[in-house]
T-cell receptor, first 120, second 114 residues
Framework: NAGVTQTPKFRILKIGQSMTLQCTQD?????MYWYRQDPGMGLKLIYY???????DKGEVPNGYNVSRSTTEDFPLRLELAAPSQTSVYFC???????????????????FGAGTRLSVL | GESVGLHLPTLSVQEGDNSIINCAYSNSASDYFIWYKQESGKGPQFIID?????DKRQGQRVTVLLNKTVKHLSLQIAATQPGDSAVYFC?????????????FGSGTRLQVQP
């Protein structure tokens, strides 16, 4: 299994340009997430999805859009790139689990290698 | 608001010593905690997790301690090696919210001196 794959690894955008960050996972995970990581900071949740056709906002959704047409893919769209969106973007996935706390391991999120985006 | 934070931004230890990385959390509803390791240029990698009904959990060379009274979490690395040099994040989760999204702290950089 390749796990979580993100493309591209690097990208430079001009202000106002649009782009899509791709994320795919081959672990048949229902849950997928997009985070951004600014320099010297932790990860902040942008959007997440609990299954195909279902998405929801995280902490910092403004300026982004997502879609989840398949279990495997969870692309992140930037419509009008701004310098504030310069960051490293990580996609992650995890198994679906119930509301009760069962054995550890089901809640582990597996991360891709990241996309480093600069908006100039 | 609710947050997960860390006491020290950088920790420098000698190779072979034990390392202790601390983390404070503020969400009393958190019932699951995870430590991640992030090497330069890579995504976070799972190290160890612990449920809120446990005080301690051990893995290979790592131990996580949870003190719910003071909302404190720590990661202990035994016999620290140069390969342990990375940024370590704690994260928490409230399983009852249904969101399944982690709240991350800002990270501690561990530097292992040879």
């Amino acid at each position: 299994n390749a796990g979580v794959t993100q493309t591209p690894k690097f990208r430079i955008l001009k202000i106002g340009q649009s782009m899509t960050l791709q994320c795919t996972q081959d672990m048949n995970h229902n849950y997928m997430y997009w985070y951004r990581q600014d320099p010297g900071m932790g990860l902040k949740l942008i959007y997440y999805s609990v299954g195909a056709g279902i998405t929801d906002k995280g902490e910092v959704p403004n300026g982004y859009n997502v879609s989840r047409s398949t279990t495997e893919d969870f692309p992140l769209r930037l419509e009008l790139a701004a310098p504030s969106q310069t960051s490293v973007y990580f996609c992650a996935s995890s198994k679906k689990q119930g509301l009760t706390v069962e054995t550890s391991g089901k809640n582990i999120q597996y991360f891709g290698a990241g996309t480093r985006l600069s908006v100039l | 608001g609710e947050s997960v934070g860390l006491h020290l931004p950088t920790l420098s230890v000698q190779e072979g010593d034990n390392s202790i990385i601390n983390c404070a959390y503020s969400n009393s509803a958190s019932d699951y905690f995870i430590w991640y390791k992030q090497e330069s240029g890579k995504g976070p990698q799972f190290i160890i997790d612990i449920r809120s009904n446990m005080d301690k959990r051990q893995g290979q060379r790592v131990t996580v301690l949870l003190n719910k009274t003071v909302k404190h979490l720590s990661l202990q690395i035994a016999a620290t090696q140069p390969g342990d040099s990375a940024v370590y994040f704690c994260a928490d989760l409230s399983l009852l919210t249904g969101r399944r999204a982690l709240t991350f702290g800002s990270g501690t950089r561990l530097q292992v001196q040879p």
